[in-house]
């Protein structure tokens, strides 16, 4: 027999901590999308004929890293440049996962493939947004981690 703990009935209102992981997801947005937004314009600007498959996984790897890269910078006015880089490794990968893949998906759906659009790339943001801050918050919230 499973005995599941019981969650606390106001673990989803802690307004604080809404905004820290809104604010953290922010930051991992501006990341992710530098990378994955710069990988996709590359492949569309220089018609290189990879499959898409390729070029949406190369643009969540590109995008993983620019926000580890990113992360490293800000924690780095903080601490030094290795424990900034160390902690930016070991940030949520599920986090930033989770909004690349969505980000990605969401391009396909609306454009056929991997294509950046004026109209698209508000509705890739904000479910690269919306896709992780529940987790990010969650973390916050139980385990008292945050991404940035």
Request: charged share 10%.
């Amino acid at each position: 027999m499973v005995v599941l703990a019981e969650q606390p009935t106001n673990q989803w209102k802690s307004l604080p901590n809404w905004k820290r992981a809104s604010y953290n997801t922010v930051w991992c947005l501006i990341g992710c999308s530098i990378g994955d937004f710069g990988t996709i314009f590359f492949f569309q600007m220089t018609s290189i004929p990879w499959p898409t498959i390729l070029i949406m996984t190369l643009a969540v790897v590109n995008g993983i890293l620019t926000s580890i890269a990113l992360e490293t910078v800000i924690l780095s006015r903080q601490m030094q440049l290795t424990p900034a880089l160390k902690t930016a490794c070991g940030m949520s990968l599920i986090s930033m996962v989770s909004m690349e893949i969505v980000m990605n998906a969401v391009d396909v759906l609306l454009t056929g493939g991997a294509k950046l659009t004026i109209w698209v790339i508000p509705i890739m943001l904000l479910a690269g947004f919306l896709t992780p801050l529940p987790y990010n918050y969650w973390r916050l919230q139980v385990h008292g981690k945050s991404c940035h």
